[in-house]
């Protein structure tokens, strides 16, 4: 017997044994060693989803999420094998694995199957649906995925609610409508403490005014701060949050809140930023450059233009290199510039 074969038949009695979720876990090694070889893998899945056994079916399923995961040039293949399975199954131990498959291949064919399974009555399927929906997003803010993830936020399990919180206000934080506002705000008012906090996060990272005084009652928590909420006060850029933040060791991501939501420290950014502009165009005058923000996100980026490819830097990490000379971080900007690339404008 070919030796992936058989590795999956221990995949296979592993599924077939497993009394709880635990148990479970000893499938994942099996699969990644068949997954060694994508397409090998996604060929040996594609024979097996067809088997009337729906623990082989569940295996196939879980060796194409996988293969998706370890092989980005396999995903377009093992979404089309899930897809195919996915319009006639309704066994739904294969229906959790394909929840949950259908995320790792981060391919947008994969929403109207996972929109389905969001409406499942099991919890355990709309939970990897939390999971899964964010990888597979079109980019429409008001798209059926997003939608689906705003149900979600709602769901009577709390673990569900929390998952698609967070895939709403953290993973999409730059999908920004009054609808998802709405569902991020009424999760502020949730039971469940974690869904609570994914709620406030979700509307800081989209700097809406309403999180900043429930931003302040995270931080003051005497439980510790997780350092999703630093990254979220980060994007909130709120001075009312710098007492606080003063609170904390001025390290990671307590760094990066701190110097957003201190004007002082915003505005030495914002000049270093305009300097460094300046001294790239009297380096390099034929550069295209700018300095852009983006809602979603803390600090300032650089992007240069190069015969058509967009180059980026943080700005913030380019005046740590250049110990905060502009004109250094200029001539940085310009060695990391292809070879010739000014040249060609």
């Known amino acids: 017997m070919d030796p992936a074969e058989a590795l999956l038949g221990q995949a296979v009695q592993v599924i077939r044994d497993a009394a709880c979720e635990h148990d479970y876990e000893a499938v994942w090694p099996l699969l990644l060693q068949i997954a060694q070889d994508g397409a ?16 082989e079916r569940a295996v196939a399923c879980d060796l194409l999420g996988v293969t998706a995961d370890r092989h980005e040039t396999q995903r377009g293949a093992a979404a089309s094998a899930l897809l195919r399975l996915g319009a006639s199954e309704r066994d739904g131990d294969v229906q959790w694995s394909m929840a949950r498959a259908l995320g790792a291949t981060a391919d947008a064919r994969a929403v109207p199957l996972l929109v389905r399974l969001g409406g499942h009555a099991d919890p355990d399927i709309r939970y990897q649906v939390a999971l899964s929906l964010p990888p597979v997003w079109s980019g429409d803010p008001a798209g059926a995925e997003v939608l689906t993830l705003i149900a979600l936020t709602a769901d009577a399990d709390g673990r569900v609610r929390d998952w698609a919180t967070f895939g709403l206000g953290s993973q999409l934080a730059e999908a920004d409508t009054a609808t998802i506002r709405a569902a991020l705000w009424e999760r502020t008012f949730d039971d469940d403490p974690d869904v609570r906090e994914e709620g406030i ?23 510790g701060v ?16 710098l007492p606080l933040l003063e609170e904390f060791d ?15 420290a915003r505005g030495r950014r914002d000049q270093f930023a305009w300097s460094l502009l300046c001294a790239l165009n009297r380096q390099q005058p034929a550069i295209d450059a700018g300095v852009s923000a983006y809602r979603h996100q803390a600090g300032l980026e650089l992007t240069v233009r190069v015969s058509g490819t967009k180059l980026t830097w943080s700005t913030d990490a380019l005046a740590r290199r250049a110990d905060g000379d502009p004109e250094r971080a200029a001539a940085l900007v310009a060695a990391d510039l292809p070879p010739r690339s000014i040249d060609r404008y």
Not at 202 to 222: C, I, K, P, Q, T
């Open 40 to 55: 090998a893998a996604v060929r040996l899945a594609a024979a097996l989803k067809a088997s009337g056994d729906p623990a």
């Open 250 to 264: 001025d390290v990671g991501p307590v760094q990066e809140a701190l110097a957003e939501c201190d004007p002082v």
């Open 226 to 241: 997780h350092d999703l909420v630093f990254c979220a006060a980060a994007v909130l850029g709120a001075s009312e949050l």
């Open 201 to 223: 996060c979700g509307l800081a990272r989209r700097r809406d005014r309403r999180s900043v005084s429930l931003m302040a009652g995270l931080l003051a928590a005497e439980d």
